[in-house]
């Protein structure tokens, strides 16, 4: 899969309002794919997806769905309506769900007449650490396996890509690897780690087998937001 390096980078619109989502936009028009996630969603509602497709911009609509199979399916219905490019689901809502879902987002995207999102199971969230895994959710699998099992299991499901931990990329590709990969939990040299446990760099992370990246305080907390997204292209370039 050949993608330019801007292209690969994928920023969240981390913010409470729209207000402060479309600053944002204005502050570095040079991104061209960028995630909605559950609190600006919440706050703004489709509105900030119209916007960005105003400014023809690609669209992670990250809403991390995890319920019941009817409900999932519902949801991805109504969500691949506004024409986003990528979807969350959660992997461990197990596999009638996943292919319920994937199914109802190829439905409602039909209906409204727009293309369907990817869908990506989430795998482990990049802030949930192997001793959390283990001793807080009780999960009798090394970090390793559980992702592999997820992958696997969306793949099965007929779901396109995974959200997985840059540490777990080339695990996935051992068994999954048609899978486009989608990878939170990286962060350049020059950054903090912030929040984030299982963590590599850009380059390291495209080396290792990611397709797409998210990266988001490096560049919209940064003094100059579109140096420090022209210093991560440059680094995926490089590659």
Not at 186 to 206: E, L, M, N, Y
Request: proline share 6%; with cysteine; glycine share 6%.
């Amino acid at each position: 899969m050949s993608i330019a390096p801007a292209d690969r980078i994928i920023v969240p619109l981390d913010v409470p309002s729209a207000e402060e989502a479309i600053a944002l936009l204005d502050r570095v028009p040079e991104v061209n794919f960028w995630k909605v996630g559950l609190e600006l969603f919440v706050s703004a509602g489709p509105a900030v997806l119209q916007e960005l497709k105003t400014r023809d911009k690609k669209i992670f609509l990250d809403l991390k769905f995890h319920d019941i199979p009817n409900t999932m399916a519902g949801a991805c219905r109504a969500a691949s309506r506004y024409g986003v490019d990528f979807l969350t689901v959660h992997a461990p809502a197990a596999k009638t769900a996943l292919a319920a879902s994937q199914a109802a987002a190829e439905e409602g995207a039909a209906a409204a007449g727009v293309k369907a999102p990817m869908l990506l199971a989430v795998t482990v969230l990049t802030s949930i650490s192997t001793r959390s895994l283990a001793f807080e959710l009780k999960v009798p699998l090394e970090m390793l396996d559980y992702v592999q099992q997820m992958a696997l299991m969306a793949q099965d499901s007929g779901i396109g890509g995974c959200v997985c931990s840059p540490l777990e990329i080339e695990g996935i590709r051992q068994v999954c690897d048609d899978l486009i990969l989608v990878c939170p939990g990286v962060r350049p040299t020059w950054a903090a780690k912030g929040d984030q446990r299982r963590v590599k760099t850009p380059g390291d992370a495209i080396k290792a087998g990611a397709n797409y990246l998210v990266i988001g305080r490096p560049i919209t907390q940064a003094e100059d937001p579109a140096a420090a997204f022209g210093r991560i292209c440059e680094e995926i370039a490089a590659v």
